[in-house]
């Protein structure tokens, strides 16, 4: 009898693949999948570029913080709406917010090797090279306005002068991360959506959805050319494992890079 080396494969309880097995994942046709992708684009450019601006003369502040102020309110609340978006399609869907249900509707599971078949364990290394490549992505890609880009906007002395002891407004910043590397985009993109997209774009689902989340970026134009490399780096191996965290992981990176660096700014 063969023993499965350690790290091969995590141990599955009778139950849990019973409950996989019940968990049907439908296929959305090429209206639905637009539907939803306007559901979450098309608020995030209103509040970016509508709401904000209306809203900034509530803000206090000097030179761009008031904008400022107004963009973090208005993108996280945006953010929250996917997470909310994600919630609502899924009930409608499964009936249910089991973990066991969830996790198979949203890829919210370890990645597996689709050459060996292992799951877990060494399978995460992956995440090294792709890191690193999402890195490069962030060292090239386009800056943006002062005011609109938050890397530009902390890098600015009005910037770090906001910063400087903005202990809520820090953790308003934190929210916004969550809900778009954990919560919003990457569970709405590649947990949701990619799984329901073979039907209509078939093995070239992977880049149909790179494409749909470069393209949504329509509250931050400057980041849409960069952010197509997101088709390889996390679209592609969110496909090729089976696994939203693959993206989860590698976006969420950037956030906890710039939750630190903030930080630094806070204190």
Known sequence: MSVAPPLAREAVSPGAEAAASDVEVPQYGLRAILAVWAAAAVPMAALAWLVAPALKDRFAGAGNVPLAKALI??????????????AI??????RTFRWSTLREALWLRSPRSPRTGRIGGRVWLVLIPLIVAFAVEAAISLPGPTSR????????????AFMHGAWG????????????????EELLFRGFLLPRMNGA??????LANGLL?????LHVPWAIPTTLLDTFIVAYPTKRYRSAWIGIAVHSVQSVFLAVLIFTLVV
């Open 73 to 86: 309110v208005c993108l996280t609340l945006g953010l929250v709406w996917q997470f909310v978006l994600v």
């Open 89 to 94: 399609l899924v009930w409608r869907e499964q």
């Open 149 to 160: 880009d938050l890397g530009a906007f902390l890098d600015s002395h009005t910037g770090k």
């Open 169 to 184: 407004w820090y953790a308003l910043i934190l929210v916004w991360f969550v809900f778009n590397t954990v919560l919003g």
């Open 201 to 206: 774009f078939g093995r070239k689902d992977w």
């Open 213 to 217: 989340f470069a393209g949504y970026h």
